[in-house]
């Protein structure tokens, strides 16, 4: 018997208390290819807030499900035949074989498309979604990181034959990294990239989170698992010995006065911390006093004339603007960094004004002001919005086209989905060798969308997958796998 694990996208916030669904969150449980059956296994007792999450992870869509909810047993749903039978304890298995499957004309059946994909899913990580990351240890040995060298110290266990350190850097490989015995505990040395990090003991078997550890997170599995970060900045302090405390705020913690606390290291204070890519503006309190670091010659001007201190984690893109050659002041602005209208001030240059920004990968709107008046950029085609509301689009690390064919007399085409809120003025295609084309950034995972030609809403011709919506008439349905920076 062969059996292929679908790993799926997770939803995390489904509460604890609800067992019925806790299957959701082992993948083995939910849907699995076995014996040449595609097989999901359903629980009857289920609400409808579990049968939408259920449809959205696995687009099934929600007319088989209402079948096997009513109790029958075969189901002949989109020319597919589909059986049911009781497992026992009020779960149910609903399958059919792969081989029966409609391949739209491509030879390979659908969903088998769509489980290449999900066998190579990533899904959106943590590094994602936070933007920074700081260490909470109780023992400061419990956990070292230099030059991309992590060293993971686990006191105790005296006793134990065996430990072994598994987590997402190491796929939960329970055997891959043996841990040694140092006389007083456990230890072990890693190469890890700078980024966030999950991981648990395994000491004879049993698996333990890092009892030095504060930091945990839910895992798939409904247990916690420790969190490390791999710092890829330092902040640092000279001086002030004799100061309370100092903390460091910035765009990155919403300016909280309260800061996150820096260590006093004999004559200075530090802080090592993961930054996502992107640029960040920050400041030290020193006992409650504001000042900018004096050892980053790196400075801006907020909107209220505050020199704030900046750092940028990653490559810049650089934004430009030809021409306006007697234009006293051109500031950059956009979704990136709040519509912040004197922040970012662009040099000239021989040819116009530039300046080098990083931003991480996503879709962002922007304008230029050129002595106060807002324009968009002259250069760029894409758009978004429409009138006073128009602005430019950049889709930064842009890893999916939509392209809609033909269609040459239309004189206005979007394309609007699940990925801008539906906005039925989002984005704005551009004609091009024959086909309507716009690029964006996806996070991975499942997307639905249409075009609008004209103001006239359709699928998307090129792409026969689709599901139906409240109002009959079907949304385009585009997955994508893994992340491409």
């Known amino acids: ?47 409808e807030k579990e049968k939408k999450e259920l449809t ?30 009781k497992t026992g304890s009020g779960m149910v298995e609903l399958y059919k074989p792969l081989d029966g499957m409609a391949d739209g004309g491509t030879g390979k059946p659908q969903l088998y498309d769509l489980m290449d994909q999900w066998m190579n899913f990533r899904g959106e990580t943590a590094e994602e979604q936070e933007v920074y990351g700081v260490n909470r240890f109780r023992l400061v040995n419990a956990f070292v990181y230099a030059g991309n060298l992590a060293q993971f110290y686990l006191p105790g266990f005296e006793k134990a034959n065996r430990v072994y350190l598994a987590g997402s850097f190491n796929n939960w490989n329970t055997a891959a990294t ?10 072990t040395d890693l190469r890890l990239a700078p980024g966030k990090y999950t991981y648990k003991y395994v000491v004879d078997g049993r698996w333990t989170i890092d009892p030095s550890n504060q930091l945990t997170e839910r895992g798939g599995a409904g247990t916690p698992n420790s969190v490390v970060f791999c710092p890829n900045h330092v902040f640092r302090l000279k001086g002030f010995q004799n100061a309370g405390r100092v903390v460091v705020t910035g765009n990155f913690h919403q300016w909280n006065p309260r800061g996150i606390a820096m260590n006093q290291l004999g004559d200075r204070w530090e802080l090592p911390v993961w930054f996502r890519e992107g640029t960040y503006v920050y400041k030290f309190l020193v006992d409650n006093r504001w000042m900018a670091d004096p050892e980053n010659p790196g400075t801006r ?34 979704s990136f960094n709040g519509w912040d209208r004197g922040e970012l001030v662009m040099n000239h240059t021989g040819k116009g004004w530039e300046l080098p920004y990083v931003v991480p990968a996503g879709n962002y709107a922007y304008k230029f002001i050129v002595d106060g008046r807002w324009m968009t950029d002259p250069s760029n085609p894409f758009t978004t919005g429409s009138g006073e509301t128009q602005n430019s689009f950049i889709a ?47 996070k991975p995972g499942k997307h639905t969308y249409k075009f609008i030609v004209d103001g006239k809403w ?28």
């Open 178 to 187: 043996p841990m040694r015995f140092t006389g007083k505990g456990w230890i």
């Open 301 to 334: 001007e907020d909107a209220s004339g505050n020199l704030n201190s900046f750092l940028e984690i990653g490559e810049p893109y650089l934004f430009s603007l030809s021409g306006f050659p007697d234009a006293r002041k051109v500031v950059l602005t956009g």
């Open 396 to 442: 930064l690390g842009a890893n999916h086209i939509f392209e809609l064919r033909d269609y040459s007399t239309a004189q206005n085409v979007l394309v609007a989905g699940s990925f801008n809120n539906w906005d039925p003025q989002g984005y704005r295609m551009v004609r091009k060798e024959g086909r309507w084309i716009f690029p964006v950034y996806l």
């Open 1 to 47: 018997m062969k059996k292929y694990w679908i790993i799926l996208l997770l939803f995390s916030g489904i509460s604890a208390g609800q067992n019925t669904i806790n299957a959701l969150f082992d993948p083995g449980k939910v849907c699995r290819i076995e014996d040449g059956q595609l097989i999901f296994t359903l629980n009857l007792r289920w609400g």
């Open 458 to 485: 359709m699928l998307d011709p090129a792409n026969d997958l689709y599901e139906e919506n409240q109002y009959g008439t079907g949304n385009s349905v585009l997955w994508t796998g893994q992340d491409s920076r």
């Open 56 to 85: 959205g992870l696995f687009d099934l869509d929600s007319l088989l499900l209402a079948g096997v909810y009513r109790g029958e047993t075969e189901i002949t749903f989109r020319g597919e035949n589909w059986k049911v039978k």
